[in-house]
């Protein structure tokens, strides 16, 4: 199930909410029980073969919390953390990689004979694998205690609003929420307009920027360069629009039932460094691999060999986590490669440009590495980038001015000029009635189209 889905919006959240209300308050527990039920019908809805799945999942790592608390050396500690890890490596790795390293090993000199197996992917595992990890790492460095409460863990790790898409939300971030949280009709109505916003975000514009890339990098040669460099600032807004706008529903949602997440997206295409790009892309996890990854490693606090080593594997590691294709995994070395650069030589230099430059240098590399990212194989990766750096006429210059309209929204609406403006505004007696109007027409819009039935998967179900 989705959000931006009819049964969601109309079935389900009502469901959900009235049952959730109805319960007081002061029964934190039992809110959480009706919240576990409801979060399993969810994901139910999607993938009822793999609740088993999720289930054990949590009951995996419930355990290794306890017996982390309870084992008395540090050997023992150290066991327990080490089967956990690999008991939850390995179940991603089976689900998300198999049909991958198969269809490699198949083409290597005597073994065409190995089978094409096809694994199908649970949806979400990548995030609650990744939250659960999260939890067994921070007890074991004694950064949270061990929870006793088996329905409490359960709710957490299988919550709806964040279980399909994210933010990683890690349970020390949360934990006393789970215990006691406060149901505001300010918070709810933050919630409800967070929602409404992000919504829009996916419906409004994410869907709309899809049907542009897909039209372009269907064939890229026959549009030209100019509409290849269009199709590839579409996609960069599709797929920002498209997982800001999840994790912008996820926040609301959270609130709605008095959560606080993290903010997942700040404004990643005003920023001037490839650095800087990742400190505000995917922020969750990206510090789950700094925390987990980087920093046990080593970090940057070594040799600049072995800073440079701790750096490429956490960023190997972070395209394969989204997908089992080397397009990922060489999305991921461009990246690292990118960020060694800028540690190491660039920042000096880039620090004395004018802004505007080191922005242009900042979008241009992310939108190269867009085409690795949403190009099934090499190949097809190749052909675009041909096209983006070889001058190919085409026929861009007659369809494309259509677009220009959604473009120039879609362009500020990723960048922080609405919340500026809001920030100035929201003081006004007619500010707030402004802003329930304006997510009220947001939610309609979106619902209409909904209804309407047009294109509508989330890009970040994949991963």
């Known amino acids: 199930m989705v ?21 007081p308050g002061r029964y934190t527990g039992l809110r959480n029980a009706f919240l576990l039920v409801m979060n399993l019908i969810f994901y139910a809805y999607g993938e009822p073969v793999y609740v088993l799945l999720m289930l054990l999942s949590v009951a995996v790592n419930f355990s290794a919390g306890l017996l982390l608390q309870r084992a008395k050396t540090r050997r023992g500690k150290k066991a327990v953390l080490i089967a956990s890890v690999v008991l939850n490596l390995g ?26 197996v ?25 950064d949270c205690p061990a929870t006793r409460r088996f329905v409490d863990f359960a709710a957490y790790i299988s919550l709806f609003p964040q279980l399909i898409a994210g933010p990683i939300v890690r349970y020390s971030d949360v934990a006393q929420q789970l215990q006691t949280r406060q149901c505001t009709v300010s918070g709810f109505s933050w919630g409800v307009k967070m929602f409404a916003v992000g919504l829009a975000k996916k419906v409004l514009l994410a869907n709309q920027f899809a049907l542009l890339w897909e039209q372009v990098a269907a064939e890229p040669a026959a549009y030209g360069t100019l509409a290849a460099w269009c199709g590839i600032l579409a996609y ?7 997982f800001g706008g999840y994790s912008d529903m996820a926040r609301g949602l959270g609130a709605m039932l008095g ?3 993290m903010v997942n997206f700040n404004y990643p295409y005003i920023a001037r460094s490839i650095t800087e790009f990742w400190r505000r892309w995917h922020i969750s996890l990206s510090t789950w691999f700094r925390d987990y990854v980087y920093i046990p490693l080593g970090g940057s606090r070594c040799s600049k060999g072995k800073m440079a080593r701790n750096l490429m594997i956490v960023w ?35 620090d004395r440009l004018p802004s505007a430059v080191r922005w242009v240098y900042t979008i241009v590399l992310v939108l190269i590495g867009w085409v690795f990212f949403a190009s099934k ?4 990766a190749g052909r675009y980038l041909a096209v983006l750096f070889t001058p190919v006429a085409g026929t861009a210059h007659l369809w494309l001015p259509g677009w220009l309209p959604l473009g120039i929204v879609g362009a500020v609406a990723a960048t922080p000029l609405g919340a500026r403006l809001w920030s100035r505004w929201k003081a006004r007696s007619a500010a707030e009635a402004a802003a329930a109007v304006l997510c009220a027409a947001a939610l309609l819009l979106s619902t209409a189209s909904l209804v309407s039935g047009g294109y509508n998967p989330f890009i970040y179900f994949n991963f």
Request: cysteine-free.
């Open 316 to 350: 190997m590691l972070t395209g394969i986590w989204h997908g089992a294709g080397w397009n990922f995994l060489l999305w991921g070395v461009y990246y690292g490669l990118l960020l060694l650069l800028e540690k190491l030589v660039l920042k000096r230099f880039l």
């Open 377 to 380: 194989d090499f190949a097809a």
């Open 236 to 242: 960069a807004l599709q797929i920002y629009f498209d």
């Open 91 to 116: 179940a991603l790795a089976f689900f998300k990689y198999t049909g991958l390293v198969l269809e490699t090993l198949r083409l290597a000199p005597g073994l065409s004979w190995l089978p094409a």
């Open 3 to 23: 959000f931006s889905s009819i049964p969601f919006l109309f079935v389900f959240l009502p469901v959900t909410l009235l049952g959730y209300f109805l319960i």
């Open 259 to 261: 959560f606080d997440f």
């Open 118 to 142: 096809s694994v199908p992917l649970p949806i979400g595992i990548s995030f609650y694998t990744f939250q659960a990890m999260s939890y067994v790492i921070d007890v074991y460095r004694e």
